[in-house]
């Protein structure tokens, strides 16, 4: 048994010391009252029905450490919400830790929703839904489109 341990730690060791990157994922819930298309870097894109979210996954790649900021059609306009201010600062960064969820071992997942204001609302995980979250939002946010 001891033995086992031992070579579990040995095979695991390496992985954390070699700084396995976390996925960081942007769980987005749609309050809009009607669908919604978002688009992402590669140019894929994923509709979400009213009530609904999608999670986009992000790992950060050496020279390119963020996600710009989410793209999104509701009806026939379309809206850009950036995820860093115009200091380059991450609106999440002065965010408390509690908007931030640890989902399984390697990933942190952030939770946004879209409403009807067009406004894109940081969501706390334990109360995913709007009406709790729009009173009491975090510095940067709630985020315009652009």
Excluded: W
């Amino acid at each position: 048994m001891k033995l086992a341990k031992l070579i579990t730690f040995l095979v695991l060791c390496p992985l954390v010391l070699n700084g396995c990157v976390p996925t960081l994922s942007h769980q987005l819930y749609n309050y809009t009252g009607a669908s919604i298309t978002i688009y992402d870097r590669q140019g894929t894109t994923a509709v979400v029905e009213n009530t609904t979210s999608h999670a986009i996954a992000f790992v950060p790649q050496p020279g390119n450490n963020q996600i710009e900021g989410f793209l999104i059609r509701i009806g026939n306009k379309q809206c850009f919400y950036p995820l860093y201010d115009l200091r380059g600062e991450y609106h999440m960064d002065h965010t408390p830790g509690s908007y931030f969820e640890q989902v399984g071992l390697n990933r942190v997942q952030v939770n946004f929703g879209v409403d009807k204001d067009g406004k894109l609302y940081a969501l706390n995980p334990r109360s995913k839904s709007l009406g709790a979250n729009k009173t009491s939002q975090p510095t940067g946010f709630p985020v315009h489109p652009q």
